[in-house]
C-alpha cells in the first residue's frame, strides 16, 4: 500500500512538471508563429481561418518534436526536486530501489507515447484529409505503376471523382526481350470492384507485323491493375503503423520505391522507446545532483542531450531515405547509442 501512494505522488509530481514544461515549448512556438504571420493574419476573415488550419496542422508536428524533451525535463525536475527535499532518501531508505522509483514515470510515458502516436498517425491524418486534400485534390500528378504479367501503366489526368483519362499500358515478355502491346484508353471511371475503360486502342506487335484493335468499352476488375489513388498521398510518417505496412507491401509489388516508407515503419517503433530512454536519461542524471535540486548544470545538459538526440535522429533517417544505410539502423541508431547512455549514467550511480 506505501508503495501505491509513492508511486500516485511521484507520477502526479511528473505529470505536473511535464505539462509545464510542455506548456511552455508550445506557447512560445505559437506565439512565434503567430507574431512571424501578424502581417497575415487579420488581412481578412478567410486569412485568419486560414491562419488557425496551419497553426492547428503545425501542432502535432510541434508536440513530435518536443516531447521526448520534455519528457527529459520533467524527469529531471521530479526526481531533483525530490531528492532537494530528503524525500528520495527516504524512500530509498524503506526498501524502494532504484527501478522501482522509476516505474511510476515509466507508466505515465507510456501515456505520453500513446498520445504521441494518435497525435501523429490520427490527428494529424484527420486534419490533412479534412482541410488539405479537399484543395488539393485537382492537382495530382501523373503516376507511373508496374502491373502483373511483366506490365506497366501510365496514369495521366485523375480527378478526385474517380474518373481519369490519357491511360496507357505497356506488354512485355523478358526472355528474349520483346514488347507485346500498347494500349491508350481514353478514359475510365472506377466503380466498387471494377474498372470501366471507354475507347481502347490496342496496338499488338506479333511476328514482326502490327495489329491495331477497337474497344468502345472494357470492364476489369480493381485486383487485377494497380493501386491508383485519386487523393493528395499522406506521408508515411504521418500513416497508422498496419495501414503503412500493408500500403508499403502493395507499393514494393507494384516496383515502387519504398525505402521512406521501411525507414517510416521502424521510426513509429523507434518513437515510443526514445520517450522511455529520456526518462532513463533524467533519472541518471538527477541521481547525480543529490540534494541540489534542478541544478543549471543539469538543465544545461539535458537540453544539449535533447537537442542532441533530435539532430542525430534526423541525419540517420535523412540517410536512411536515400537508401545509404539500413531502415532499422535508419530509425534505430540513436536509440541505441543513447540507450547506452542511459545505462551507464544508471550504472555509474547505482541506480
Known amino acids: 500500500m506505501p508503495f501505491k501512494i509513492i508511486s500516485k505522488y511521484i507520477a502526479s509530481e511528473f505529470n505536473r512538471n511535464f505539462m509545464l514544461f ?43 518534436l518536443i516531447i521526448p524533451i520534455t519528457v527529459l525535463l520533467a524527469t529531471i525536475a521530479t526526481y531533483s ?27 505515465v510515458s507510456a501515456l505520453i507515447a500513446s498520445f504521441a502516436y494518435f497525435s501523429q498517425n490520427y490527428m494529424y491524418t484527420w486534419m490533412h484529409q479534412t482541410w488539405i486534400k479537399q484543395e488539393n485534390s485537382a492537382r495530382l500528378p501523373p503516376l507511373w505503376k508496374v502491373g502483373e504479367e511483366e506490365s506497366i501503366y ?31 484508353i481514353e478514359r475510365g471511371e472506377q466503380q466498387n470492384n471494377s474498372w470501366i475503360f471507354h475507347d481502347i486502342q490496342k496496338y499488338i506487335f506479333q511476328d514482326e507485323n502490327l495489329r491495331l484493335e477497337h474497344v468502345e468499352q472494357w470492364r476489369i476488375e ?21 495501414d503503412l505496412y500493408e500500403n508499403t507491401l502493395k507499393l514494393q509489388s507494384e516496383g515502387q520505391d519504398v525505402t521512406r516508407h521501411w525507414v517510416a515503419i521502424f521510426q513509429k517503433t523507434a518513437y515510443p522507446f526514445q520517450i522511455f530512454i529520456m526518462v532513463l536519461i533524467g533519472f541518471g542524471l538527477s541521481a547525480s545532483y543529490n540534494r541540489r535540486g534542478m541544478a543549471a548544470e543539469s538543465l544545461a545538459i539535458s537540453c544539449f542531450i535533447g537537442i542532441l538526440f533530435w539532430i542525430l535522429n534526423q541525419i540517420t533517417i535523412a540517410v536512411g531515405g536515400a537508401g545509404l544505410i539500413f531502415p532499422f539502423f535508419a530509425a534505430w541508431s540513436g536509440n541505441i547509442i543513447f540507450l547506452a547512455l542511459a545505462l551507464w549514467l544508471l550504472s555509474y550511480n547505482r541506480l
Do not use: C
Open 222 to 242: 480493381t485486383e487485377k491493375l494497380p493501386t491508383v489513388p485519386f487523393e493528395i498521398p499522406i506521408s508515411p510518417h504521418h500513416q497508422p503503423i498496419l
Open 22 to 64: 510542455l506548456g511552455a515549448f508550445v506557447l512560445m512556438s505559437l506565439l512565434g508563429n503567430f507574431f512571424g504571420n501578424l502581417a497575415d493574419v487579420f488581412t481578412d476573415w478567410q486569412s485568419f481561418l486560414k491562419f488557425l488550419q496551419e497553426t492547428a496542422l503545425l501542432l502535432p508536428l510541434l508536440l513530435e
Open 81 to 107: 526536486s525530490l531528492n532537494k527535499n530528503a524525500e528520495l532518501l527516504a524512500i530509498r531508505s524503506s526498501g524502494i530501489g532504484g527501478w522501482r522509483l522509476a516505474f511510476p514515470v515509466l507508466a
Open 154 to 184: 501510365y496514369f495521366g489526368n485523375r480527378q478526385h471523382n474517380g474518373r481519369i483519362s490519357s491511360i496507357t499500358s505497356f506488354n512485355w515478355k523478358q526472355i528474349p526481350f520483346q514488347l507485346l502491346g500498347r494500349t491508350v
